[in-house]
């Protein structure tokens, strides 16, 4: 197992580019399964969701070329209609993306309940509320979710509470069923709205993404596409809390400002300098900031993604901070982390009031989910000394060379074996 050590106090500064959306791919890739055709995929992340979710795709039959780093070739149609077992669901949630895919294409679909990072209670029941009004019959028995269906049907669906995972399932189940599926109370992430218009491209009738209703009529066929992802605004969001933190000067680019607005009007609030471009952002960080208010809310709302992050940059804020999280029960698991590096935060069931200090100081700190490791990064750079980040298989989850592009603004980072100590000579490689 694999850990970063981290000196922190240094100042980032320099020019980064973003790597396409995680949120986004993990959806995409497995919509390709509803084409006749052979699909090219642009601007893919080099993450382990990736590798795994094409590792299935290719154990199903799709033949999988890699035409460049971030460009993949997917011909669907020697695809089998094979169970997703235990072993590869446990390690992300988005093997869920099977289930509307393989019943779109198939009219049935067998795939255990996914696993992902521990956020608290995911359930699935919105997703198989949607399968059920397409009229599929579904099961869960021994672990594993069963889905049959004679023909899928357009219907109503209203969704009892927003629900990203289940709206991209309701997309791409709906998309070859007979007639028109309107989805009410839709997610409107901007990764749904990507989903939807690389379906367009492969003539899906897709209309309403990114509003609160989506209307999909379905066709008999899909054609094949050339499409690429869009940038991650989690990840260009993390590069921006990491320069407020180190009090540096970061240009960000290959982003899409417009999907970054949450956190920037939160970063203007308390201090931070930010420059919007084009497809570009410049984040300068300020000696002193002073602390807010943030809650988490589905799209247009500050991201969930994006709040232990935040949170990380408030804990050397003036004055009282106070984060509440709407979305997930267990998105605090890493407060006790920072602590260990002399944070000052308190947490009530969803509320997290964080004091903030002076100055954080390294320690030996575990990552306990993907965006929980991104915080761990963005405090321990902006710290006094060394910490050690264990866990990082979260982090490499979602971020493409994170520990490469912090090096080339300035960091003084390195990845080591966790069990071996850390040399001067490691220390001197990571700077």
């Known amino acids: 197992m ?68 971030t460009t993949v070739e997917i011909d669907p149609r020697p695809l089998m209609n094979m169970s997703i077992p235990y072993d590869k669901a446990k390690l992300m949630r988005a093997t869920t993306y099977f289930l509307g895919t393989l019943l779109g294409r198939f009219h049935s679909a067998h795939v255990s309940m996914p696993g992902g990072c521990n956020l608290g209670d995911r359930p699935i029941d919105q997703h198989l509320k949607c399968f059920s009004a397409l009229g599929a019959q579904c099961e869960i028995d021994g672990g594993m979710i069963n889905l049959r269906a004679d023909k899928l049907v357009g219907n109503q669906i209203f969704f009892d509470k927003n629900s990203v995972g289940a709206t991209i399932n309701g997309i791409m189940a709906a998309v070859k069923a007979e007639g028109l599926t309107v989805i009410e109370n839709a997610a409107k992430e901007p990764h749904v709205v990507d989903l939807a218009n690389c379906l367009n491209s492969m003539g899906a009738d897709i209309i309403g993404a990114g509003t609160d209703v989506i209307k999909i009529r379905g066709v008999r066929e899909l054609h094949g596409t050339t499409y690429s992802v869009i940038p991650d605004q989690i990840e260009a969001g993390t590069f921006m809390a990491a320069a407020a933190a180190t ?72 004055g009282a901070s106070m984060v509440t999280e709407s979305i997930f029960d267990n998105r605090f698991r890493y407060v006790d982390e920072l602590r260990r590096m002399g944070a000052n935060i308190s947490v009530e069931g969803r509320v997290a009031v964080i004091e903030g200090v002076e100055r954080l100081k390294g320690a030996p700190v575990k990552s306990t989910d993907l965006r929980a490791g991104a915080a761990l990064i963005v405090a321990a750079l902006g710290a006094e000394g060394t910490s050690d980040i264990y866990d990082i298989f979260h982090v490499e989850r979602g971020y493409e060379n994170m520990e490469m592009k912090l090096r080339n603004l300035g960091a003084n980072i390195c990845k080591v074996d966790e069990t071996e100590p850390v040399s001067d000579d490691a220390e001197k490689k990571a700077i």
Not at 14 to 41: F, M, Q, R, W, Y
Not at 299 to 304: A, L, R
């Open 247 to 318: 009090r540096g000067n970061i240009l960000i680019k290959n982003v899409i400002p417009k999907h970054l607005e949450p956190i920037t009007n939160k970063l203007l609030k308390i201090g931070v300098q930010v420059e919007q471009y084009d497809d570009a952002v410049r984040v300068i960080g300020g000696e002193n900031y002073v602390g807010t208010t943030i809650k988490t809310q589905p799209h247009p709302g500050f991201p969930t993604d994006m709040q232990p992050q935040m949170s990380a940059v408030l804990t050397c804020a003036k």
């Open 2 to 69: 694999e850990k970063y050590v981290i000196k922190g106090g240094v100042k980032l500064s320099g020019e980064v580019n973003v790597s396409g959306a995680k949120n986004a791919v993990v959806a995409i890739l497995p919509a390709t399964i509803l084409s006749d055709e052979p699909c090219v995929i642009e601007n893919i992340p080099n993450i382990s969701d990736v590798t795994i979710t094409l590792q299935i795709m290719r154990e199903m039959g799709a033949k999988i070329r890699l035409l460049n780093k």
